[in-house]
């Protein structure tokens, strides 16, 4: 079994910064993508960025260059830095990871939610 544990989310004023974090324990061989998503009230959960083993990345268009997603191999974490943070970044942020429990064999866990408000 795999656990899953955010931090970071808070309520903080537009133009503000948050970094959230979500460290992995449990059965792990290894880590492959790590990533964060994000669903606001009323709508669909929607990726915002990821990261692969070998340190690749992509972001959702709409927080490109605000937003910086990093990892700690050593702490099986991922980190998602938001700066400038806009009223429509508001939602609750999930991360998502997928981890090789044993050679040939990967699962797909979530985290239990960060809330991140943006006060205009």
């Known amino acids: 079994q795999v656990q899953l544990v955010e931090s970071g989310g808070d309520l903080v004023q537009a133009g503000g910064s948050l970094r959230l974090s979500c460290a992995a324990s449990?059965?792990?061989?290894?880590?492959?993508?790590m990533g964060w998503h994000r669903q606001a009230p009323g709508k669909q959960r929607e990726l915002v960025a990821d990261?692969?083993?070998?340190?690749?990345?992509n972001y959702a268009d709409s927080v490109k260059g605000r937003f910086t997603i990093s990892r700690d191999n050593a702490k099986n974490t991922v980190y998602l830095q938001m700066d400038s943070l806009k009223p429509d970044d508001t939602a609750v942020y999930y991360c998502?990871?997928?981890?090789?429990?044993?050679?040939?064999?990967?699962?797909?866990?979530w985290g239990q939610g960060t809330q991140v408000t943006v006060s205009s």
């Open positions: 990261i692969t083993s070998g340190g690749s990345t």
């Open positions: 449990g059965s792990i061989f290894s880590i492959n993508a």
């Open positions: 998502n990871v997928d981890v090789r429990v044993r050679p040939g064999i990967s699962l797909n866990y």
